[in-house]
T-cell receptor, first 113, second 112 residues
Framework: GDSVTQMEGPVTLSEEAFLTINCTYT??????LFWYVQYPGEGLQLLLK?????DKGSNKGFEATYRKETTSFHLEKGSVQVSDSAVYFC????????????FGTGTRLQVTL | SAVISQKPSRDICQRGTSLTIQCQVD?????MFWYRQQPGQSLTLIAT?????????ESGFVIDKFPISRPNLTFSTLTVSNMSPEDSSIYLC?????????FGPGTRLTVL
């Protein structure tokens, strides 16, 4: 079945540091890929998405590129802020079940001054 | 976007009892989804609820334990039956709109 593997956290960075959170997936066919974010005390929000190979999703300074050849969708940000402290989830949805999402285990990011 | 509310936001329950969680969406949707997020873990889909038909359950989840109702296109309930401490989790409902999936704020359940 489909699966998503993310790097384990927590990840602790200083403000303005470069962020990479690795995500790889296993799926049949060509899934859509997502990054969701869960800020402390809040619900899950879509951060960015990509629906086909080589697509780059971007939002709030975060980027991720759909790499079919490496089955990866790594999340990056050039300069993190304290307000980026949250849990980040990589997820995929396959074309057959459409909206059903398979999530990674989540990576907690803590950004300090 | 979609605005989703859930009730209750949190509850503490005794072993062996049942709790029904409500999910309300601001406009009509075809499918609603129920997820579970166990402490320190990721989200796992419990079931998909379509209006007018029985819910479709994922492997490892059964209707007797997690009965779902979907009486109309804006509302659904999930019941956690005969609870045990292992059922302590955050339960979230979600909907799809415009190719994006939106999540409710979650119901934090603690079973003693």
């Amino acid at each position: 079945g489909d699966s998503v593997t993310q790097m384990e956290g927590p990840v602790t960075l200083s403000e303005e540091a470069f962020l990479t959170i690795n995500c790889t997936y296993t799926a049949t066919g060509y899934p859509s890929l997502f990054w969701y974010v869960q800020y402390p005390g809040e619900g899950l929000q879509l951060l960015l998405k990509a629906t086909k190979a080589d697509d780059k999703g971007s939002n709030k300074g975060f980027e991720a590129t759909y790499r079919k050849e490496t089955t990866s969708f790594h999340l990056e940000k050039g300069s993190v802020q304290v307000s980026d402290s949250a849990v980040y989830f990589c997820a995929l949805s396959d074309l057959i079940t459409a909206s059903k999402l398979t999530f990674g285990t989540g990576t907690r990011l803590q950004v300090t001054l | 976007s979609a605005v989703i509310s859930q009730k209750p936001s949190r509850d503490i329950c005794q072993r062996g009892t049942s709790l029904t969680i409500q999910c309300q969406v601001d406009s009509q949707v075809t499918m609603m989804f129920w997820y579970r997020q166990q402490p320190g873990q990721s989200l796992t889909l419990i079931a998909t609820a379509n209006q007018g038909s029985e819910a479709t359950y994922e492997s490892g989840f059964v209707i007797d334990k997690f009965p779902i109702s979907r009486p109309n296109l804006t509302f659904s309930t999930l019941t956690v039956s005969n609870m045990s401490p292992e059922d302590s989790s955050i339960y979230l409902c979600s909907v799809t709109r415009g190719g994006e999936q939106f999540f409710g704020p979650g119901t934090r359940l603690t079973v003693l």
